[in-house]
């Protein structure tokens, strides 16, 4: 499994590296996204420590929004993951409101009373703070659904199960709650350790990341 995570790192260190703030007309409508983190390194280049898409058509642009400046923790899992990690650093108890899904009217007007909205306007600002300062991301341009969630999967799958994909032992993430995040070095629980790329996936990602350096070329 090293030997395919290792060519995915080198592909994916050698494409269009995009940092906050970005410019969204240089990203495609519809793709898959990785993630690299400041002071993550693996393969001789930066480490891969998330790996997403979407399931709307055309909404990869506001997913990266709702990851980097959408100051709304429920709207994204990557912000409460990290938000967890600061709270659980500092021992803060608010991590257990932190936790409080306060999507619907009905968990609002049940838990509103309770909960400190500034001390959690003030955790939202430090995510903020932390993920625009701490990750850039490359893009691949995949428009079927079906090939991204598929894709999503094997790619998550494919570095977990990399036995030189290791976080630093500085790394945020080791201050996670949520046990997978902690043992697989990646901001994720979801399709870990499941089935891998194959060849004719790899194939594929090769001419989707020749296609995106070659477009970013003559631009």
Known sequence: MSETCDTLHRWFNEMERHRFPFD???IPSDGIYALFERGETS????RIVRIGTHTGDGQLRSRLRQHFISENKDRSIFRKNIGRCLLNKESDPFLKDWEIDLTTRGAKDEHAAAIDFGKQAAVETDVTKYIQGSFSFVVLDVKDKGKRLGLESKLI???SLCDECLPSKNWLGSFSPKEKIRE???WLVNE???EPLSSGDMEFLRRAVKASSL???FE
């Open 43 to 46: 393969h001789g280049g930066d």
């Open 184 to 186: 697989s070095g990646l």
């Open 192 to 194: 870990l350790y499941k």
């Open 24 to 26: 969204e007309s240089r």
């Open 215 to 217: 477009a970013h070329h």
């Open 157 to 159: 799958s494919t570095v």
